[in-house]
């Protein structure tokens, strides 16, 4: 096995995480098209290397099968839409577009499974992501402090006053903040060391090397993501986040089967301190202020809902066609939603399912919530500190993108999809990677 050849691939799967989020400002179809270039030059360079080396999947792929091929399903239906014979779609070249970006983002997924062969790999992934989450906090707050706000080297015209880092829309960084940040919390989780019968002075030299040791670099990279998470002012973004948090929380400590008081008081700390010390400096009177003035007077994200439900009803099983809302919906649009002209609905399952249908929606879905599972059946039953902890981050991350998806489109977004996907790889490797070490 060509080792250099290998830990080059790692390196280049890196790369694609961390410049998704960068371009999204630009021509979303160009950005589009660079990501699934990147993909495809990376797949078919690993495929390369496993003809080349006669190399066996890795166990997590192998033992992932089944969901990849219920991933394939729903793939598969959005690809039948894009040929125009069929007449599946108002809109074929939209749906060929998804069609692409589906098996990009499947693609991803294997590709997580296979080169995240070890224990090393895993952790340094999950850095990634944090270091790129840190960066999208402080170039966000940085515009937003200094009043010179540009989004990826194009001046902002919308959202002037609030963080939205590299992304057009602040929800879709606030979503893509609380991906990162969860595992992010999940790595904090795996440094913690079991509980033992220390007095007072061994506890004070133990909370004395945590402050002086790299997990204290971790925890204000963690602050300060949470910072930029809550300057966002996304009223949802906010609430998936503390409400994931808890949720996973509580699971976390009940399917450890030992919570211990380190993990007791970390969840405790990123509740208490990060809401009422950063808060107060970076604006969470805001966020709860927009909470607090949130009417359905106000907002028309119902309305368009609601019009959505109505576009559905005429072809409920087959959809109208992947990336077609746009298209569709001005037909069903009301005088209740207002002239605003809507590329997405606002709402992750509506728009899914108005465009896949059941056809093609029922078995994404699946996917989701069987991850979820996953994710939670690792953190019951292995006893690796990493996995658990990976596990731990990447439920939250779900829970948090599930319950943020109810008035977002988080998901249509090609950074957050694409992380997503990583995420969703990393319960099936908390799953069933092995325990033994592997160069």
Known sequence: MDRSSDRTLFYFFLGILIWAPLPLASNRLWSLSLLCALILLLSTSVLYQQLKNNLTLSTPLKRSLPIIGLFSIGTTWVSLQAIPALNLSISPTDSLHDAAWGWCLLAMFCLTLQLLRNNSRIMLTGYVLVGSALFQAVYGSLMTFTGFEFSFLIPKESYQGVSTGTFINRNSQAGYLVMCVSIGIGLMISTLKDEASYNWRERSRRWLTALLSKKIILRIALLIIVSGLVMTHSRMGNTSFFASLMIMGVLGLVLSRKA????????????????????????????????????????????????????????????????????????????????????????????????????????????????????????????????????????????????????????????????????????????????????
């Open 260 to 439: 211990t008081r380190s993990m007791v008081i970390l969840l405790s700390s990123l509740l208490i301190l990060d809401i009422f010390v950063v808060g107060t400096f970076f604006g969470v009177q805001e966020v709860a202020d927009r909470l607090q003035n949130t009417s359905i007077e106000k907002e028309s994200r119902d309305e368009v809902a609601k019009a959505t439900i109505d576009l559905m009803q005429p072809q409920l099983l087959t959809g109208t066609g992947a990336g077609t809302f746009y298209t569709a919906f001005p037909e069903y649009r009301t005088e209740d939603v207002g002239r605003g002209f809507y590329v997405n609905t606002h709402n992750d399952y509506l728009e899914f399912s108005s465009e896949f249908g059941l056809l093609g929606t029922l078995p994404l879905g699946l996917v989701l919530l069987i991850s979820l599972g996953a994710g939670l059946y690792a953190q019951y039953k292995r006893r690796n500190k990493l996995l658990r902890g990976i596990a731990f981050g990447s439920s939250m991350s779900i829970i948090a993108m599930l319950i943020h998806a109810t008035v977002d489109f988080n998901l249509q977004m090609p950074a957050n999809a694409l992380t997503f996907m990583v995420i969703l790889a990393f319960t099936w490797i908390s799953v069933f990677k092995e325990n033994k070490r592997k160069m």
